[in-house]
């Protein structure tokens, strides 16, 4: 058990879809990260939020929107995807961004699948 | 640029010991961390070295040499249930974690 949630689990969407994922953590925690991961790859950072400010957009296509209401909620708006988009999304969250903050705890993922 | 490497897959028995290395190129170095990833799960934390020098954790140490750039994760006693992907995840200058692509530890009876 991580303390970080994610739903939904599995996503089968077309490419005219719009989606959402979400993320909530009840560590209380100040900054949160969407990553993805692709077979045989390392994990790629999409976007890191920290106190509700993003910080980081590594240069992800628009079609990812990310969205962060509050320190514990964290959502990622899915429109016109891809196929090569499909893949595991995690969420992620850590004490703090300054000084390291600590290991990054993460959420189960969202399996998607862009059809 | 930056960089990890980790062998793809290694191969262990049983009850035996295996030693997964990490090696490592960033830009500043604040810490290696090594996570466990099971089939369809979430990466879990298993250790932090931020020192030279080895971190024992029951079954599971970390070692870092930072002078050479390298870790390794060694898995004691292993059991079934250590089959999984072993992340290595290095924090650079900019408190930003560079990641190493895994690597599958199969277990065999």
């Known amino acids: 058990e991580t303390g970080v949630t994610q739903t939904p689990r599995h996503l089968v969407m077309g490419m005219t879809n719009k989606k959402s994922l979400k993320c909530e953590q009840h560590l209380g925690h100040n900054a949160m990260y969407w990553y993805k991961q692709s077979a045989k790859k390392p994990l790629e950072l999409m976007f890191v939020y920290s106190l509700e400010e993003r910080v980081e957009n590594n240069s992800v296509p628009s079609r990812f929107s990310p969205e962060c209401p509050n320190s514990s909620h964290l959502f990622l708006h899915l429109h016109t995807l891809q196929p090569e988009d499909s893949a595991l999304y995690l969420c992620a969250s850590s004490q703090d961004l300054e000084r390291g903050g600590g290991p990054v705890y993460f959420g189960p993922g969202t399996r998607l699948t862009v059809l | 640029g930056q960089n990890i490497d980790q062998p793809t897959e290694m191969t262990a028995t049983e009850g035996a010991i295996v030693q997964i290395n990490c090696t490592y190129q960033t830009s500043g170095f604040n810490g290696l961390f090594w996570y466990q990833q099971h089939a369809g799960e979430a990466p879990t934390f298993l250790s932090y070295?931020?020192l030279d020098g080895l971190e024992e954790k029951g079954r599971f140490s970390s070692f870092l040499s930072r002078s050479k750039g390298y870790s390794y994760l060694l898995l004691k006693e292993l059991q079934m249930k250590d089959s999984a992907s072993y992340l290595c995840a290095c924090m650079d200058s900019n408190y930003q974690l560079i990641w190493g692509a895994g690597t599958k530890l199969i277990i065999k009876p």
């Open positions: 070295n931020v």
